[in-house]
T-cell receptor, first 114, second 116 residues
Framework: ETGVTQSPTHLIKTRGQQVTLRCSSQSGHNTVSWYQQALGQGPQFIFQYYREEENGRGNFPPRFSGLQFPNYSSELNVNALELDDSALYLC?????????????FGQGTRLTVV | GDSVTQMEGPVTLSEEAFLTINCTYTATGYPSLFWYVQYPGEGLQLLLKATKADDKGSNKGFEATYRKETTSFHLEKGSVQVSDSAVYFCALSDRGLTGGGNKLTFGTGTQLKVEL
């Protein structure tokens, strides 16, 4: 069984541009969550998708948006990039989102905004 | 809202030393508690978890006990190895999403360096 894979691994963008990050969930997993991890900090919850619907959202502005596809893969889109958006973006997949559900993380996409 | 507080690092130990990384939490409900580990250049890996009060999670020699009375979930290992060098994150899971799902709330992480 394949794990969670994210692409690209590294990305450099200019302030004001738009970016799309991609995540393939682990086989059989129907839930994908996205997290932002700033340097030296813990991951912060952005949003979660369950069976193609947004299941909840953290304290991030609307320029952070997402999609989940019928095969449960997912995209994170960020518009009007700001310097503070520079971070490691982590995708986690799980089977459902119960309280005790284990989330499996990808290796992340390192986004640098200049 | 929910929050997790971890001891600041880096923590530097000699090989075979005893490890404790403190973690306390604040939550309105009855969360599940987790420790994740992040090796350089990698994503997060689940190390252990506990789902209710007095549960002990354990894996690879690491242990943590869910203490509801002190709202703590301290990570311990009796004898660390150089290969344990990584960043350790304490996290809680508490149902709170509008769609009924749960999210993870993480601490800021504690870097562990183990030297020969």
């Amino acid at each position: 069984e394949t794990g969670v894979t994210q692409s690209p691994t590294h990305l450099i963008k200019t302030r004001g541009q738009q970016v799309t990050l991609r995540c393939s969930s682990q086989s059989g997993h129907n839930t994908v969550s996205w997290y932002q991890q700033a340097l030296g900090q813990g991951p912060q919850f952005i949003f979660q998708y369950y069976r193609e619907e947004e299941n909840g959202r953290g304290n991030f502005p609307p320029r952070f948006s997402g999609l989940q596809f019928p095969n449960y893969s997912s995209e994170l889109n960020v518009n009007a990039l700001e310097l503070d958006d520079s971070a490691l973006y982590l995708c986690a997949s799980s089977l459902g989102s119960g309280l005790n559900t284990e989330a499996f993380f990808g290796q992340g996409t390192r986004l640098t905004v200049v | 809202g929910d929050s997790v507080t971890q001891m600041e690092g880096p923590v530097t130990l000699s090989e075979e030393a005893f490890l404790t990384i403190n973690c306390t939490y604040t939550a309105t409900g009855y969360p599940s508690l987790f420790w994740y580990v992040q090796y350089p250049g990698e994503g997060l890996q689940l190390l252990l978890k506990a789902t209710k009060a007095d549960d002990k999670g354990s894996n690879k020699g690491f242990e943590a006990t869910y203490r509801k009375e002190t709202t703590s979930f301290h990570l311990e290992k009796g004898s660390v190895q150089v290969s344990d060098s990584a960043v350790y994150f304490c996290a809680l899971s508490d149902r709170g999403l509008t769609g009924g799902g749960n999210k993870l709330t993480f601490g800021t992480g504690t870097q562990l360096k183990v030297e020969l």
